[in-house]
């Protein structure tokens, strides 16, 4: 069965200081290789000075949903992950995964009743305390992340 090709991440300006557009396997052992990848750039072009540890959970959390339930750990599924920042703006994160999506809206909150007991769950919910906006787009099968800079909140 032939795969179907990746989209590439479209960015709206060429002044962006980091553009990264990659894949990964459905395997988690992929995932923080990946985040400490895009750390290292982040951190040495000063796109989200004071804001590293909030995108590096987002995206970690965000990688590993979209293993987990996008790819259901299938490792030749792929899923793809977008980065672009500039000092004005911050910086937005894209991942998308080949999944079947979801509906945000469905997923209980993991600080009410006996949620709060629950040992999942807790990702998108964590991503949306740590991020300026977090968009769900097509289906659910892709989240966009974005963190303004400290100076623009």
């Not at 991942?95 to 079947?100: A, C, E, I, Q």
């Amino acid at each position: 069965m032939p795969r179907k090709p990746v989209v590439s991440c479209e960015f709206y300006t060429k002044d962006l200081l980091v553009r990264l557009d990659t894949t990964i396997p459905g395997d988690t052992h992929a995932v923080q290789p990946l985040v400490r990848k895009v750390m290292t750039v982040v951190n040495e072009m000063g796109c989200a000075v004071g804001r590293e540890f909030e995108i590096e959970q987002s995206m970690a959390e965000a990688l590993n949903n979209a293993i987990e339930h996008g790819t259901k750990f299938d490792s030749s599924k792929r899923v793809q992950c977008c980065v672009a920042c500039d000092h004005s703006r911050g910086i937005l994160i894209v991942v998308r995964d080949p999944g079947p999506g979801f509906d945000p809206a469905s997923i209980p909150s993991p600080i009410t009743g006996s949620n709060i007991f629950s040992e999942g769950g807790r990702g998108i919910y964590l991503i949306n305390q740590l991020m300026d906006e977090v968009r769900f787009e097509k289906g659910g099968t892709e989240i966009h992340m974005r963190m303004n800079p400290l100076d623009n909140r």
